[in-house]
Each structure stands twice: as C-alpha cells, then as structure tokens.
C-alpha cells in the first residue's frame, strides 16, 4: 500500500520560502491524486491544495493561491509543495495525502496520509 513521508518542514522568517517533499515509497503512486493540508494548534485540518494524478489538474486555497505551487514527479514517486512569501499564519503542520481517483478538498475522503512536517513562520 502507499507510504507516504513528509519533508523539508523547519523555521523560516516572514516572506521566505520552503519547498515540502511527500514521497511514497510504493510503486502504484500515479494511480493516485494527492492533497496538501495543514493543521495548525486549535484549528481544524484544512485544504492547501491538490493536484491530479498526471500533475495536470491543480487547486488551491484561497488563502495560498498565488504564493503556494503543487507539483509532482511520478517517475520519482514524488508530490512538492513549494512555499513563497510565508506569512506567520501558514504556521502549522503540513500534510500530505493521497487519494485514487479524483482529487477533494475534504480530508475524510482521502486513504492514505503522511505523518507531517512542521512549518513554522515567524515575524
């Protein structure tokens, strides 16, 4: 079944930039389109973004449109999440999903989940 692993998380100042890594050591990893969420202390999980199983098709939130880019490697069984203009309310723990088919914004639907990696911006 799929692994997957969160990377790249750390501290980074107010405007900066980090770019998260989720990989999957299984061999299926095109067969599914995978979802970034964040949680962060006292709040609900929500959605970042998503993008579909050829990297073609991608959402975002509102909240990162613009600043945040999903993009994947399937040859390297690999999903990023580039980071830029961080602002301290990005701060949180960052996750990587994985789901068959089409992609979502809600959490439930999706099989299988990374353990995260905290970002954390500060000001």
């Known amino acids: 079944q799929v692994q997957l692993v969160e990377s790249g998380g750390g501290l980074v100042q107010a405007g900066g930039s980090l770019r998260l890594s989720c990989a999957d050591s299984g061999r299926t990893f095109s067969n599914y389109a995978m979802g970034w969420f964040r949680q962060a202390p006292g709040k609900e999980r929500e959605f970042v973004g998503g993008i579909g199983r050829r990297g073609v098709l991608r959402d975002y939130a509102d909240a990162v449109k613009g600043r945040f880019t999903l993009s994947r490697d399937n040859a390297k069984n690999t999903v990023y999440l580039q980071m830029t203009g961080l602002k301290p309310e990005d701060t949180a723990v960052y996750y990587c999903?994985?789901?068959?088919?089409?992609?979502?914004?809600?959490?439930?639907?999706?099989?299988?989940w990374g353990p995260g990696t905290q970002v954390t911006v500060s000001s």
């Open positions: 999903a994985a789901r068959i088919g089409f992609g979502s914004r809600d959490p439930p639907k999706y099989d299988y």
